[in-house]
């Protein structure tokens, strides 16, 4: 099918390109610059010119395809207007997208989050939270399932809070980062809490079988470690980095604090077992052994 894609020159975006193509899809993959429309028009997708706020481009983007998936998201994290702001711009365009696609019975595939659970690790059964700062992003995903009532065969895809290949990407990336800036590689807490995670290769394969064979309004978990703790994270980092590994304030973190000091293990066996998916590349900590000091 043809397919229309928000975020394809991304991390994980350029992936689920890759395994689009690779399986006999054709991709419009939307470009918000010269240099997106050139890596998308490289790795074989049609760019679309025009960015998330750009509402009547991503009507026409996903009026031209037979299914959209949406990976776009500001990743402006800075301060919590900026991330409110960021937010609230993704919630627009996905109810641009749904609202091009109301009465098609085209897959809509989008992205969320794996929520907390306390005490356990969560199942695709579970609710995403809708509070706190990225809380925005979870209402409009609750909105854009419910089109499964008006003729939308939608999906969403909740990723772990590391999606990494080649030792970047994802929540680990942001901790290598700042242990980069720092001189520190840090944790919040006592760093017990758990992270669950994927490799981008293992993830863009569930985006696909998704679109391919997902009953409308469902969730599906994008987990292959279901939580590695946080401060084993830091210390493969540390270690990479040749830097001391150390409790720091969640105040480290900006507005995200709250999220990186939660325990937030994940399960993926209901999406194992029903569309058959089965992460193949390596785990968190054995791929962060590519960071380069």
Same mark, same amino acid.
Do not use: K, Q
């Given at each position: 099918m043809r397919v229309f894609i928000t975020g394809g020159t991304g991390l994980i975006g350029s992936a689920v390109v890759a395994e689009l193509l690779g399986n006999g899809h054709t991709v419009l993959a939307l470009a918000r610059s010269d240099a997106s429309a050139q890596a998308a028009s490289a790795a074989g997708a049609e760019p679309i010119r025009g960015g998330l706020a750009d509402l009547d481009?991503?009507?026409?983007?996903?009026?031209?395809?037979?299914? *959209?998936?949406? /990976? @776009?998201?500001?990743?402006?994290?800075? #301060?919590?207007?900026? =991330?409110?702001?960021? %937010?609230?711009? +993704? !919630?627009?365009?996905?109810?641009?997208?749904?609202?091009?696609?109301g009465g098609s019975d085209r897959p809509f595939v989008v992205c969320s989050g794996t929520?907390?659970?306390?005490?356990?690790?969560?199942?695709?059964?579970?609710?995403?939270?809708?509070?706190?700062?990225?809380?925005?992003?979870?209402?409009?995903?609750?909105? *854009?399932?419910? /089109? @499964?009532?008006?003729?939308?065969?939608? #999906?969403?895809?909740? =990723?772990?809070?590391? %999606?990494?290949? +080649? !030792?970047?990407?994802?929540?680990?990336?942001?901790?290598?980062?700042i242990a980069r800036q720092s001189g520190v590689s840090g944790y919040p807490g006592d760093g017990t809490q758990r992270w669950p995670a994927v490799h981008a290769l293992d993830a863009a394969v569930l985006f696909r079988l998704a679109l391919e064979q997902a009953e409308a309004g469902t969730a599906w978990h994008a987990v292959a470690d279901e939580g590695d703790q946080v401060r084993d994270i830091a210390a493969v980092i540390g270690r990479r980095l040749g830097l001391p590994v150390e409790s720091v304030p969640a105040q480290t973190y900006g507005p995200l604090g709250v999220i990186f000091a939660a325990d937030q293990p994940a399960s993926s066996t209901h999406t194992r077992q029903a569309l058959g998916w089965e992460p193949k590349h390596p785990s968190l900590l054995e791929d962060l052994e590519n960071i380069q000091p």
């Open positions: 481009v991503l009507r026409a983007g996903a009026a031209r395809a037979d299914g *959209v998936i949406h /990976l @776009a998201f500001a990743n402006d994290f800075s #301060s919590p207007e900026a =991330l409110a702001n960021a %937010v609230a711009e +993704e !919630g627009a365009a996905l109810a641009a997208l749904g609202e091009a696609l929520p907390p659970v306390p005490g356990r690790a969560s199942t695709e059964a579970d609710p995403i939270p809708t509070d706190g700062p990225v809380g925005g992003r979870s209402r409009a995903v609750t909105e *854009v399932l419910s /089109l @499964a009532s008006r003729g939308v065969r939608t #999906s969403a895809v909740r =990723l772990p809070r590391t %999606v990494h290949n +080649e !030792g970047t990407g994802g929540f680990a990336g942001v901790l290598t980062g």
